[in-house]
């Protein structure tokens, strides 16, 4: 799939943003997760970042090429984005991979969700 700059960057955002906010500390707080992430130090981010980037962006750039109209998000199957994950998994113990499949395939999920709106200009696959 052919995101933009802009597009992978709000995903891995947002991405990062719901794992932060699905920590228990933030669960039975109820705290702003925007306030937590401003106030999170750019180094704490960056590692939160890497950790999440390194994980979807493999998977992101490896799903199939899909037409998106203007103001639409790319849509895919759970079969579709577990074959992707599968496929960047290297070799780990089945009960390992079973649990690695699973949560990547809940992280690439949470970034298709986050993805912004294709806008009119961005990527077009007739180009």
Known sequence: ??????????ALTGTAKAF?????????????????WDETDRF??????DSIGTQIFPVLTDL??????????????E???RESV????GDVGRLRRAVTVKARVALV??????????AEGDLRLDG
């Not at 932060?20 to 997760?33: E, N, Q, V």
């Not at 704490?44 to 970042?49: E, G, S, V, W, Y």
């Not at 599968?86 to 998994?89: F, G, K, L, W």
């Open 1 to 10: 799939m052919r995101l933009t700059e802009h597009e992978l960057t709000v």
């Open 20 to 36: 932060l906010g699905s920590g228990r500390k933030f669960r039975k707080g109820g705290a702003d997760i925007d306030q937590v």
């Open 44 to 49: 704490q981010r960056f590692k939160l970042l």
């Open 64 to 77: 199939p090429d899909v037409d998106v109209p203007v103001g639409g998000r790319p849509t895919f199957s």
């Open 79 to 81: 079969e579709q984005i």
């Open 86 to 89: 599968e496929r960047h998994i």
């Open 109 to 118: 999920q949470a970034a298709l969700s986050n993805l912004p709106p294709r």
